[in-house]
Antibody, heavy 118, light 107 residues
Framework: QVQLQESGPGLVKPSETLSLTCTVS????????WSWIRQPPGRGLEWIGY???????SYNPSLKSRVTVSVDTSKNQFSLRLISVTAADTAVYYC????????????WGQGTLVTVSS | AIQLTQSPSSLSASVGDRVTITCRAS??????LAWYQQKSGKPPKLLIY???SLEDGVPSRFSGSGSGTDFTLTISSLQPEDFATYYC?????????FGGGTKVEIK
């Protein structure tokens, strides 16, 4: 059974960089797309972007200037970097696997709350 | 970006009721729509993909239909474990987008 686990700081200061890592277990990161999705408290879901195991990426244009997603196949991990954060970036951040052949998400991490505050 | 409008935003229903949730896309997306269920404090769970295909392990009381711009999720007989928030997601065009959610509450 594939499992995903997010890790990283739960508190980030305004204007600084949010960095999260997703570790994939129970399966290989190879041959799939891997995504980051976020959900502000009490609100809906926003797709941030995804990366193929080979390194090709696609980002939400609303965040593209601030986002980088990277992959480390040797560690079965992929990562999110979001620069110049503000309070509007406070959210639960989920990592997820894109279902093969479809632009949907079949496996999700439990999510990690990142709060942007001084 | 393609906008997805869900209705209603919330509903109250009883166990055993038939429940229908709609999702309207701002432009045609063929059958590229998925439905997710999210319970409080948990990640979303994929229920339906490609508008009407049931994800493995999802009970058959869940069904999806539609194409183009109008889609529905139907729960044929609501069970206690189905009280949750439901989201649609379009899979046709980047950026991938989600509807605003429909909260299904106990009457």
């Amino acid at each position: 059974q594939v499992q995903l686990q997010e890790s990283g700081p739960g508190l980030v200061k305004p204007s600084e960089t949010l960095s999260l890592t997703c570790t994939v277990s129970g399966g290989s990161i190879n041959n799939y797309f891997w995504s980051w999705i976020r959900q502000p408290p009490g609100r809906g879901l926003e797709w941030i972007g995804y990366i193929y195991y080979s390194g090709s990426t696609s980002y939400n244009p609303s965040l593209k200037s601030r986002v980088t997603v990277s992959v480390d196949t040797s560690k079965n991990q992929f990562s999110l970097r979001l620069i110049s954060v503000t309070a509007a970036d406070t959210a639960v951040y989920y990592c997820a696997r894109r279902r093969r052949g479809y632009e949907n998400f079949d496996y999700w991490g439990q999510g990690t709350l990142v709060t942007v505050s001084s | 970006a393609i906008q997805l409008t869900q209705s209603p935003s919330s509903l109250s229903a009883s166990v055993g009721d038939r429940v229908t949730i709609t999702c309207r896309a701002s432009q045609g997306i063929s059958s590229a729509l998925a439905w997710y269920q999210q319970k409080s404090g948990k990640p979303p769970k994929l229920l339906i993909y490609d508008a009407s295909s049931l994800e493995d392990g999802v009970p058959s009381r869940f069904s999806g239909s539609g194409s183009g711009t109008d889609f529905t999720l139907t729960i044929s007989s609501l069970q206690p474990e189905d009280f949750a928030t439901y989201y649609c997601q379009q899979a046709n065009t980047i950026p991938l987008t989600f509807g605003g959610g429909t909260k299904v509450e106990i009457k």
